[in-house]
């Protein structure tokens, strides 16, 4: 079965420091894509950051960026600097069975604290 | 415009009542998803519409009923409902599906209380 591991249900970070998120999946295709969405208190999921698992390049967005390990099947997020509205669910996600289908795994809870 | 617009964002519904939930995007996207979404869980997919078909049902219950009247509209009819279908509904739209890397904008969703 594809499935999508995220081993932490909370992390809190301090104010302008570094925290990294951590997400395992399982695999047998070898090109795929890798999301890594957003939940504020607002409900709405916002696409945070995309990596194409052909790309050895990890992909950066301004203050978030991933670590792609292939081999391990690993995609973590960092996010630098953070912030107060940093503070959020957020969920790795991978697309799995048929094309349209997107699987989350279980939420990683961000507090960011003063 | 990346918007996904969701109504009502609030609904409380009996278990004998009909109701609808409606989305709408004007984003050209051709695949519009329907997610359910309990507290603390991650969102569940129910239903994918392509080009205004239906291309999954995740074995979702016929209380359930889906309808894409066109590329813009997705609604999510809603029929003898019970308690344990209360959760946040989530629509969402993409260009195509989510395996070629397309993003997928999602609504607000619309919280569901049946009583």
């Known amino acids: 079965a594809q499935t999508v591991t995220q081993s932490q249900p909370e992390m809190s970070v301090q104010e302008a420091e570094t925290v990294t998120l951590s997400c395992t999946y399982d695999t047998s295709e070898s090109d795929y894509y890798l999301f890594w969405y957003k939940q504020p208190p607002s409900r709405q999921m916002i696409l945070v950051i995309r990596?194409?698992?052909?790309?050895?390049q990890n992909a950066t967005e301004n203050r978030f960026s991933v670590n792609f390990q292939k081999a391990a099947k690993s995609f973590s997020l960092k996010i630098s600097d953070s912030q107060l509205g940093d503070a959020a669910m957020y969920f790795c996600?991978?697309?799995?069975?048929?094309?349209?289908?997107?699987?989350f795994g279980t939420g990683t809870r961000l507090q960011v604290t003063l | 415009d990346t918007e996904v617009t969701q109504t009502p964002k609030h609904l409380v519904m009996g278990m004998t009542n009909k109701k609808s939930l409606k989305c709408e995007q004007h984003m050209g996207h051709r695949a519009m998803y329907w997610y359910k979404q309990k507290a603390k869980k991650p969102p569940e997919l129910m239903f994918v519409?392509?080009?205004?078909?239906?291309?999954i049902n995740e074995s979702v219950p016929s209380r359930f009923s889906p309808e894409c009247p066109n590329s813009s509209l997705l609604n999510l009819h809603l029929h003898a409902l019970q308690p344990e279908d209360s959760a946040l509904y989530l629509c969402a739209s993409s260009r195509s599906g989510p395996s070629s890397g397309n993003t997928i904008y999602f609504g607000e969703g619309s919280w569901l209380t049946v009583v």
């Open positions: 519409y392509s080009y205004e078909k239906l291309s």
């Open positions: 990596q194409e698992a052909y790309k050895q």
């Open positions: 996600a991978y697309p799995t069975g048929t094309a349209s289908k997107l699987t």
